[in-house]
Structure formats: C-alpha cells, structure tokens
C-alpha cells in the first residue's frame, strides 16, 4: 500500500520561509516521479513543482525562484522548500507520486500566509 505524508505545514507571515516534507512508502521512491501540488480555497488544484526520477526539476511559474523542490532518495523523501512566502500561496499543499503512470497523493498539509 502506497502512502505518502505530508509534514511541515503552518501559519507564516507573508516573506516567511517554510519547508515541507513529504515521506513515501510502498512505493519505488527512486524510480518514482515525486511532485507538489497545492489547492487554495475555491480553486482547482495546481502544479507546484516536480522532480523525476533522475533529478531534474520542473516549476510553476509563478514559484520558479521562491520554491526549492529537492529528493533524498535514501530516506523516501521530497522536500518542498519555500521562500518570500504571499498571501496567495495559502493552500492545502499535496504530495504527489508518480510511477509508470500510476499517480498516488497524500492528505495534505495546510500552509496560511497572513500578517
């Protein structure tokens, strides 16, 4: 059984840095294409960043420069490193996995960012 959890989530106040952590079981991590999504209140879910199997990294535009995706392959994580953190990056904040198509997400982890 795959799971994936998400740690790390909180209130922060807008320039506030965040760091998430995502741990994967069940699953080959390292074979496995790991990604960050988010869903704020009233909207769809979107792309964060990804990361494949072999490092290379993907984002969307507007976190490209404030968010840092990054695996570790020996402990079956995805970290989620953010910066310069707005108002409008309040969100659920998912984990997602991605192995031969097969796609498998986490909980989530709420992040608020309000003074």
């Known amino acids: 059984q795959v799971q994936l959890v998400e740690s790390g989530g909180g209130l922060v106040q807008p320039g506030d840095s965040l760091r998430l952590s995502c741990t994967a079981s069940g699953i080959i991590f390292s074979r496995s294409a790991m990604g960050w999504y988010r869903q704020a209140p009233g909207k769809q879910r979107e792309l964060v960043a990804i990361?494949?199997?072999?490092?290379?990294?993907n984002y969307a535009d507007s976190m490209k420069g404030r968010f840092a995706i990054s695996r570790d392959n020996a402990k079956n994580t995805v970290d989620l490193q953010m910066s310069s953190l707005k108002p409008e990056d309040t969100a659920v904040y998912y984990c997602n996995a991605n192995r031969d198509g097969r796609v498998y997400w986490g909980k989530g982890t709420q992040v608020t960012v309000s003074s």
């Open positions: 990361i494949a199997s072999g490092g290379f990294t």
